[in-house]
């Protein structure tokens, strides 16, 4: 069975710190990657996804994440973060035809 | 113009009631979900509707029936309600399948039984 996994449950930064939220999927085939952001209060959105090529993937609000197939992995990366970057990230696969996998999430707060 | 609408945003009602909760969405997309998010923040499928058609039920309890009238709205009825349905649940759309495309949240239902 497909599952994802995020390391970090609760990140405390400061603003202009770098971030980096950990995400690992299993799944045997090919895949795509996913992560979302939900702001305190709000709906989930999407930040950036990726299906193919590049495996560096640039999203909204300055947001990257990078695909390692070796290692199963789709880490999010921003290199310096605002006080509005507070939000719960929410890594994602698909697992098959209209099925989106969700990682538990990471509660990133960030401090002027 | 919200694109994905839920109601009630807000629900609080005691064990055993039966309650739905509506979602319509104006994006013109073929296929509709219903998420739960519980109090830890996972979220996990309940179930998926293309063009009215039920493709995805994630082994959730029968006192959960959800019901899409036409491909632009699915609603969730919950009948006799328990303490662990308490739940914040959202409803999403998106053109594709979720594997190819992007999906469309609700702002979400937060549900609380007493």
């Known amino acids: 069975a497909q599952s994802v996994s995020q390391h970090n449950h609760h990140v405390i930064l400061s603003e202009a710190a770098s971030l980096e939220l950990g995400c690992n999927y299993s799944?045997?085939?090919?895949?795509?990657l996913f992560w979302y952001v939900q702001y305190p209060g709000q709906h989930l959105q999407l930040l950036l996804k990726y299906f193919s090529g590049d495996p560096l993937v640039k999203g909204i609000k300055g947001f990257e994440a990078e695909f390692i197939k070796s290692k199963f992995s789709f880490n999010l990366r921003k290199p310096s973060v605002q006080w509005s970057d507070t939000a719960e990230y929410f890594c994602?696969?698909?697992?098959?035809?209209?099925?989106?996998?969700f990682g538990a999430g990471t509660r990133l707060a960030v401090h002027p | 113009d919200t694109a994905v609408s839920q109601t009630p945003k807000y629900l609080v009602t005691q064990m055993g009631n039966d309650k739905s909760i509506k979602c319509e969405q104006n994006?013109?997309?073929?296929?509709m979900y219903w998420y739960k998010q519980d109090s830890k923040k996972f979220l996990k499928i309940m179930f998926s509707?293309?063009?009215?058609?039920?493709?995805i039920n994630e082994t959730v309890p029968n006192r959960f029936s959800p019901k899409s009238p036409d491909k632009a709205h699915l609603n969730l009825h919950i009948n006799s309600l328990e303490l662990g349905d308490s739940a914040v649940y959202f409803c999403?759309?998106?053109?594709?399948?979720?594997?190819?495309?992007?999906?469309?949240f609700g702002e979400g239902s937060r549900l609380t039984v007493l």
């Open positions: 994602a696969v698909s697992g098959g035809y209209n099925k989106l996998i």
């Open positions: 999403a759309s998106s053109q594709r399948g979720a594997n190819t495309g992007e999906l469309f």
């Open positions: 799944y045997g085939g090919t895949v795509n």
């Open positions: 994006l013109g997309h073929d296929t």
């Open positions: 509707y293309n063009n009215k058609e039920l493709i």
